[in-house]
T-cell receptor
Framework: KAGVTQTPRYLIKTRGQQVTLSCSPISGHRSVSWYQQTPGQGLQFLFEYFSETQRNKGNFPGRFSGRQFSNSRSEMNVSTLELGDSALYLC????????????????FGPGTRLTVL | DQQVKQNSPSLSVQEGRISILNCDYTNSMFDYFLWYKKYPAEGPTFLISISSIKDKNEDGRFTVFLNKSAKHLSLHIVPSQPGDSAVYFCAAGTYNFNKFYFGSGTKLNVKP
């Protein structure tokens, strides 16, 4: 079974620009979560999508948005980029936890390294 | 607000000895906890989990202990192997919501 894939792997943007990151979950997984990883901060939860709906949201400004398509693929968008948005953005997929025997085990992709200049 | 804290950024252990990684959380509503391992240039990999109805869960060389009253969990690796060298993240959340808070990670170095 193919793992979680994220594209692109690396991205360089300048302040003020916007960026779209893509995530393809493991086949059959309906939940997709996004995290931001910065040095010293660990992984910070951005949002989770399930069946094309945002189900959970972290404490990030409205510049960070996402969506999920009917095939469970997800995109994350950051508008008006700031220097502090430079980070590794990780996507994780999991089966529906309600009734799932694996209960919240999330499978992570390799991440997209975003650098804002 | 750092709801999950890993206060040791790094840990160095001799091969064959026990590695103990610690994690503290502040939210008493958390009832599900996980540990992930991360190698450079890869995403985190699920290692082991525990729900609040248990105080211990074991999987091979890995054991997670949960002390709910202290809001503390720990991961024990016995015996430690050089291949265990990685960054370990603990995560906490509530069972009915797929939203997890991660610690900042502990970098484990197992010396041969």
């Amino acid at each position: 079974k193919a793992g979680v894939t994220q594209t692109p792997r690396y991205l360089i943007k300048t302040r003020g620009q916007q960026v779209t990151l893509s995530c393809s979950p493991i086949s059959g997984h309906r939940s997709v979560s996004w995290y931001q990883q910065t040095p010293g901060q660990g992984l910070q939860f951005l949002f989770e999508y399930f069946s094309e709906t945002q189900r959970n949201k972290g404490n990030f400004p409205g510049r960070f948005s996402g969506r999920q398509f009917s095939n469970s693929r997800s995109e994350m968008n950051v508008s008006t980029l700031e220097l502090g948005d430079s980070a590794l953005y990780l996507c994780a997929s999991s089966l529906d936890p309600l009734g799932s025997g694996r209960s919240h085990e999330q499978f992570f992709g390799p991440g997209t390294r975003l650098t804002v200049l | 607000d750092q709801q999950v804290k890993q206060n040791s950024p790094s840990l160095s252990v001799q091969e064959g000895r026990i590695s103990i990684l610690n994690c503290d959380y502040t939210n008493s509503m958390f009832d599900y906890f996980l540990w992930y391992k991360k190698y450079p240039a890869e995403g985190p990999t699920f290692l082991i989990s525990i729900s609040s109805i248990k105080d211990k869960n074991e999987d091979g060389r890995f054991t997670v202990f949960l002390n709910k009253s202290a809001k503390h969990l720990s991961l024990h690796i016995v015996p430690s192997q050089p291949g265990d060298s990685a960054v370990y993240f603990c995560a906490a959340g509530t069972y009915n919501f797929n939203k997890f808070y991660f610690g900042s990670g502990t970098k484990l170095n197992v010396k041969p």
